[in-house]
C-alpha cells in the first residue's frame, strides 16, 4: 500500500523479498534505487512512458545483471554434457538464477538441448520442442515451479503443450491399473 510519508521524504522500512515473488521483488528493487517516487505508477514511468510491470522497469532503468553467466555456465556444459543433462541444467538456472530473458537463453541452446531428442524420434523441429519442454517441465515440478511461470513460450503454446497429464497423474498410472 502507498502511503505519503509525514516527515522527511525516505523511506523508513522495505520488507525483504525474495526473486522468486516476481513483481515484488521488482517493487523492491526501485523502490530501494529510485528517488522520491510519488505513486506506483511514477516507479513504472521511464522517460514520460509508463511500461506494464515492475520487472520491465527495472531491466528499461539497467538495475538487473544480464544473462551473461547464465550463457557462460550453459556454453560451458554444452561442450562436456549430454542434452539431458542440459535440459535439466536449463530448469535449474530458471528456479535458481532468474534469468531476465529465458526465452533467448533457451533459443541460445535449443540445438544442443534437443539434440538427442531429434536424432531418436522422427519428429518435427515442434513436436521434438514439445517433447523437451515437456521434459524441463517435469523437472521444474521436482523444484515446485512449472514452465509456465517463465517466460520461455508464450502462454498459449503452454496451454497446448501441456494438455497432457501432470507428472503426479502419470505417476499414479504408473502405480494403478485403471480399467
Given at each position: 500500500m502507498w502511503s505519503p510519508r509525514k516527515i522527511g521524504d525516505s523511506i523508513g522500512r522495505i520488507v525483504i523479498a525474495h526473486p522468486t515473488e516476481g513483481e515484488r521483488y521488482y517493487l523492491r528493487i526501485l523502490l530501494s534505487r529510485v528517488r522520491c517516487p510519488k505513486s506506483f505508477a511514477d516507479l513504472k514511468m521511464i522517460n514520460g512512458v509508463t511500461v506494464a510491470t515492475f520487472r520491465e522497469t527495472t531491466l528499461l532503468r539497467g538495475y538487473l545483471l544480464d544473462d551473461a553467466t547464465q550463457q557462460v555456465c550453459m556454453q560451458e556444459a554444452s561442450t562436456f554434457h549430454m542434452p539431458y543433462e542440459l535440459r535439466r541444467l536449463f530448469a535449474s538456472l530458471l528456479v535458481f538464477t532468474y534469468p531476465n530473458s529465458p526465452r533467448k537463453l533457451w533459443l541460445l541452446f535449443e540445438?544442443?538441448?534437443?539434440?538427442?531428442?531429434?536424432?531418436?524420434?522422427?519428429?518435427?523441429?515442434?513436436?521434438?520442442?514439445?517433447?523437451?519442454?515437456?521434459?524441463?517441465?517435469?523437472?521444474?515440478?521436482?523444484?515446485?515451479?512449472?514452465?509456465h511461470q517463465f517466460d520461455v513460450l508464450p502462454q498459449n503454446s503452454f496451454d497446448r503443450l501441456m494438455e497432457d497429464d501432470t507428472r503426479e497423474i502419470k505417476t499414479e498410472k504408473k502405480y494403478c491399473c485403471f480399467h
Open positions: 540445438d544442443a538441448m534437443m539434440e538427442d531428442i531429434l536424432r531418436h524420434h522422427k519428429e518435427t523441429h515442434k513436436e521434438s520442442n514439445a517433447r523437451a519442454f515437456k521434459q524441463i517441465d517435469c523437472f521444474l515440478q521436482s523444484m515446485g515451479r512449472r514452465l
